[in-house]
């Protein structure tokens, strides 16, 4: 149950960070490769300011701030300095690497015996256990922390949804995604749409640091390294959720995206419960994001055949 439970905690901890790479890769349709860092920048800020006894909450937000700062970086250099899009977020990535051992002053920081925003459920909780110190779910004992980060991430990941969703439905979200997807008619009607690639990165790397802070309290431990190849895990995770539910709506879009983190997170959890070696797991990824990504243009002429023959019939 706690594996289940774990890997859920984690996987919704992640769609954080899928749902900022939905900004990105299909809002305003920009190759970000600034999450690779900026997930690394929320998990240190937030370990270092937490470290020093600040409340966990603002430092959560402290990341998130960090997070957009770096996230607007890239945009500007991308819209105001004319680097290829590629470019400017490998730019920022390597900078923010030196910036993210500037903070922490080494490599890694542990986060024990330390309070996180996981902690204010646990109090309650503790009213519910039994004579184990454990809560009774299901049939199952599973430790009062685990129920707490899993049901604080639900709550964490409603909100941030529901205003993502709100926010893309609005007069700006509309813009926004008009800038990505057709910006001659953003500006023919009157949006610039400069600054509005860069408002979008701003906003997916401020969610993709929100995702790096909560890892690093949920995991114990904020490391330098922990940011690598986190933009692949983040488009597997869109494109199942498209797989999933389509991408005919925003609400669906945003939801498919959450269900499709979750299931990749369980997937990974069941694989390497079978004796999947942790050293090929980024391998692994890799190799599942190319077949999700060619699948649907080889399907395509089979489906269209089978299509046309059904008509004729």
């Known amino acids: 149950m706690s594996l289940v439970l774990g890997a859920f905690t984690m996987g919704l901890i992640l769609s954080l960070l899928s749902l900022g790479m939905l900004i990105t890769f299909r809002m ?43 996230g607007a970086v890239t945009g500007v250099l991308h819209t105001r300095f004319k680097i290829q899009e590629l470019l400017s977020g490998i730019l920022v990535m390597t900078a923010l690497y030196s910036v993210n051992l500037r903070i922490m002053g080494r490599s890694n920081i542990p986060l024990l ?21 454990k809560l009774h779910i299901a049939g199952w004992h599973v430790p009062v922390t685990d129920v707490a980060a899993f049901l604080t991430c639900i709550m964490i990941c409603i909100c941030v949804g529901t ?72 488009l597997a995770s869109i494109i199942i959720g498209e797989a999933l539910v389509g991408r005919s709506s925003i609400g669906l879009l945003l939801t498919g995206t959450v269900l ?23 391998l692994v990824t890799a190799v599942f994001v190319f077949i999700a990504l060619v699948l649907p243009r080889w399907l395509a002429p089979l489906k269209k055949s089978f299509s046309t023959g059904g008509h004729h019939a």
């Open 28 to 70: 305003i349709r920009f190759t970000d490769i600034t999450v690779d860092g900026s997930i690394t920048l929320g998990a240190t800020v937030a370990a270092v300011c937490i470290s020093k006894g600040w409340n966990p909450w603002f430092a959560t937000g402290l990341a998130m701030v960090a997070g957009a700062l770096a």
């Open 163 to 234: 205003v993502l969703y709100w926010l893309l439905l609005t007069h700006f979200g509309t813009g926004l995604r008009a800038a990505g997807s057709n910006p001659q008619m953003a500006r023919a009607q009157g949006l610039n749409h400069r600054t509005m690639i860069i408002i979008g990165l701003a906003l997916s790397n401020g969610l993709v640091a929100l995702s790096g802070s909560l890892l690093a309290q949920y995991q114990g431990f904020a490391d330098v390294q922990m940011g690598i190849g986190m933009m692949v895990w983040g």
């Open 113 to 133: 015996d330390v309070t996180s925003v996981f902690s204010f459920l646990e109090k309650p909780l503790q009213r519910l256990v039994d004579e184990n110190g």
């Open 260 to 282: 499709g983190t979750v299931l990749f997170r369980l997937l990974i959890a069941i694989a390497l419960r079978w004796g999947l070696n942790p050293n090929d797991l980024k």
